[in-house]
């Protein structure tokens, strides 16, 4: 039964969260200050039968917020488990925390939402992509992902390549995660089951952009002949009328295309053998197509789950004219 106690602590839970949201860093970095997720972690450590429900989502909810954009937050989510007593383990951190509750069968998709929006905001620190990469997340993701493959977990996939795409933008992540094994296949995986629907293939395009900018990730595209030819597909689709409004549908064919961009950026073996199969061919014919309607439409609005081209560094944006295969573009 809820006692005032209760009450008043999801209260106080709610106040934050509220407070929290888009809030300037400097009043994030005084909630760390204040200690704030030390005592979030001593909640979600109570006894379930003390721990209400909406006392666990507001947490969570409350977390999420508290580490968007906020470096000290991401750090915390690492620093507070707080020092062993002699002869004990050390406390689990908050981070471990999440990713425990992530990864949960039976976790309801308005937890699942929440503790993917924390770790997708902790990928921005080093420290927090260590700790995770040494816990065995991305295996763990990507073994969760490859469950929903068969089609009917679309929220917990989405929620999935939201993490996976947010950790890209970062060198330290994105080098962990371009090593996970059978990584291409489970992404191929996801293509196919989820082959009409955009919020799986804009991501999954998206997340495939950025790890094709390393060296193993340019290797390991170029043999997955099953990615290479769904990229190669979303980025002929036909572009739309001058008239007609832009739609998710654009923003893949953007994505799929700034893969073959990013596998082809400083690699003349890359360009070779695209062009040996006729991808490059292809793909210049796409782009005359669309040069020739030259549609006039307004770029979609990105909402808080869109992921922008321009979030890694400006060494990597797209040199401008040329074509496909490099001429006058700067792509060799």
Same mark, same amino acid.
């Given at each position: 039964?809820?006692?005032?106690?209760?009450?008043?602590?999801?209260?106080?839970?709610?106040?934050? *969260?509220?407070?929290?949201?888009?809030?300037?860093?400097?009043? *994030?970095?005084?909630?760390?200050?204040?200690?704030?997720?030390?005592?979030?972690?001593?909640?979600?450590?109570?006894?379930?039968?003390?721990?209400?429900?909406?006392?666990?989502?507001?947490?969570?909810?409350?977390?999420?917020?508290?580490?968007?954009?906020?470096?000290?937050?991401?750090?915390?989510?690492?620093?507070?488990?707080?020092?062993?007593?002699?002869?004990?383990?050390?406390?689990?951190?908050?981070?471990?925390?999440?990713?425990?509750?992530?990864?949960?069968?039976?976790?309801?998709?308005?937890?699942? @939402?929440?503790?993917?929006?924390?770790?997708?905001?902790?990928?921005?620190?080093?420290?927090?992509?260590?700790?995770?990469? @040494?816990?065995?997340?991305?295996?763990?993701?990507?073994?969760?992902?490859?469950?929903?493959?068969?089609?009917?977990?679309?929220?917990?996939?989405?929620?999935?390549?939201?993490?996976?795409? *947010?950790?890209?933008?970062?060198?330290?992540?994105?080098?962990?995660?371009?090593?996970? @094994?059978?990584?291409?296949?489970?992404?191929?995986?996801?293509?196919?089951?989820?082959?009409?629907?955009?919020?799986?293939?804009?991501?999954?395009?998206?997340?495939?952009?950025?790890?094709?900018?390393?060296?193993?990730?340019?290797?390991?595209?170029?043999?997955?002949?099953?990615?290479?030819?769904?990229?190669?597909?979303?980025?002929?689709s036909p572009c739309p009328t001058a008239r007609a409004p832009a739609t998710m549908q654009d923003r893949v064919r953007a994505y799929s295309a700034a893969a073959f961009w990013?596998?082809?950026?400083?690699?003349?073996?890359?360009?070779?053998?695209?062009?040996?199969?006729?991808?490059?061919?292809?793909?210049?014919?796409?782009?005359?197509?669309?040069?020739?309607?030259?549609?006039?439409?307004?770029?979609?609005?990105?909402?808080?789950?869109?992921?922008?081209?321009?979030?890694?560094?400006?060494?990597?944006?797209?040199?401008?004219?040329?074509?496909?295969?490099?001429?006058?573009?700067?792509?060799?």
């Open positions: 039964a809820w006692g005032e106690p209760e009450r008043e602590a999801l209260r106080l839970l709610t106040l934050l *969260k509220n407070l929290l949201h888009a809030a300037p860093r400097g009043l *994030k970095r005084e909630c760390v200050l204040a200690k704030a997720p030390q005592a979030i972690q001593r909640l979600l450590n109570l006894p379930a039968a003390r721990l209400h429900r909406p006392l666990t989502l507001e947490a969570y909810a409350l977390l999420a917020n508290l580490v968007a954009a906020s470096p000290e937050g991401q750090d915390a989510m690492v620093e507070s488990g707080g020092a062993a007593a002699a002869g004990l383990p050390r406390a689990p951190t908050l981070l471990h925390l999440v990713m425990t509750r992530a990864l949960s069968p039976t976790l309801a998709p308005e937890h699942l @939402k929440d503790c993917c929006s924390i770790l997708a905001a902790c990928g921005a620190s080093q420290a927090c992509a260590t700790v995770a990469h @040494k816990a065995g997340l991305a295996s763990s993701l990507l073994a969760m992902l490859d469950q929903a493959n068969d089609g009917s977990h679309t929220e917990r996939a989405a929620e999935v390549l939201h993490v996976l795409v *947010k950790w890209s933008f970062h060198q330290t992540p994105r080098c962990f995660l371009v090593t996970e @094994k059978g990584l291409m296949d489970v992404l191929a995986r996801s293509r196919d089951a989820f082959p009409t629907l955009e919020r799986v293939r804009g991501p999954l395009a998206l997340l495939l952009r950025n790890l094709a900018l390393t060296s193993e990730g340019k290797v390991r595209l170029l043999g997955s002949d099953r990615l290479l030819a769904a990229l190669l597909q979303d980025a002929e990013a596998l082809l950026y400083n690699s003349s073996k890359a360009r070779a053998e695209l062009r040996r199969r006729g991808v490059l061919t292809r793909l210049d014919a796409a782009r005359s197509r669309m040069l020739i309607s030259r549609p006039s439409f307004p770029t979609p609005e990105h909402s808080e789950r869109s992921f922008p081209l321009d979030q890694t560094n400006q060494n990597n944006a797209r040199p401008s004219g040329g074509n496909i295969h490099g001429e006058a573009s700067g792509l060799e």
